[in-house]
């Protein structure tokens, strides 16, 4: 049986708790952030701010993050641009059935390409917001908390983001932060707002 007789045979089940019912109960639309930058740009330090504003006032939230999801769901990828794709498209539809359960979720991936970022925005639709965190690429290789600038410039780590493999910016983000200018609570703080604003959250 191939792919396409498998479609033909399947039917959804309408479930009974709808979005609407879901809005009343949290009092926050399902949604998506979705942080792009380098490594080291500072995606999951303001992603974990965000999740403790938003925890703390009852939202329900969720991360997904990158560097966790290649323990899991995305082990048998590597970091070829081919793979990256694969790595997006696979959180991007986790994010949906969690958008589409109700909650926020924050996704913290590199996501280098621009085509990249398309590719989660088309398959996670309405209530996205994609957030550019914009850190000079010498500025992410100077905090190099982990030591992967180091490694790669050594060449002991392949197709690493900003040294043997490319970054495309963004240039139609929602939202761009600048960690050079802000601090992760103050950048946390500006989504927030934006969230409100777009009125993803009540
Ligand atoms: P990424 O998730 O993009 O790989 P991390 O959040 O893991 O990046 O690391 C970012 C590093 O930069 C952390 O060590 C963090 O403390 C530091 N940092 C300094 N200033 C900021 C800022 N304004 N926003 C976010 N991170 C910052």
Redesign the pocket.
């Given at each position: 049986m191939n792919s396409k007789d498998i479609n033909e045979n399947l039917v959804e089940f309408n479930y009974s708790i709808n979005e609407r019912d879901r809005e009343k109960k949290n009092g926050c639309k399902g949604s998506a952030v979705w942080f792009t930058?380098?490594?080291?740009?500072?995606?999951?330090?303001?992603a974990n701010e965000l999740e403790i504003l938003l925890f703390n006032k009852g939202y329900p939230v969720v991360i997904l993050d990158g560097d966790n999801v290649r323990k899991g769901l995305c082990s048998d990828l590597d970091f070829s641009l081919n793979s990256r794709t694969e790595n997006v498209r696979r959180v991007a539809e986790v994010a949906k059935i969690i958008k589409n359960s109700g909650f926020i979720v924050l996704c913290?991936l590199v996501s280098p390409l621009i085509e990249q970022r398309k590719l989660a925005r088309s398959i996670i639709e309405k209530n996205f917001i994609e957030c550019y965190?914009k850190t000079p690429l010498d500025k992410c290789m100077e905090?190099d908390?982990k030591g992967f600038y180091k490694k790669a410039r050594n060449n002991q780590i392949l197709d690493f983001t900003g040294v043997n493999s490319i970054y495309e910016e963004s240039l139609n983000s929602e939202i761009v932060v600048q960690?050079e200018l802000?601090?992760?609570r103050k950048?946390a703080a500006k989504i927030y707002k934006l969230m409100k604003e777009k009125f993803l959250i009540f």
């Open positions: 930058g380098p490594s080291a740009s500072g995606k999951s330090t303001i913290c965190v905090r908390p960690t802000v601090d992760e950048a």
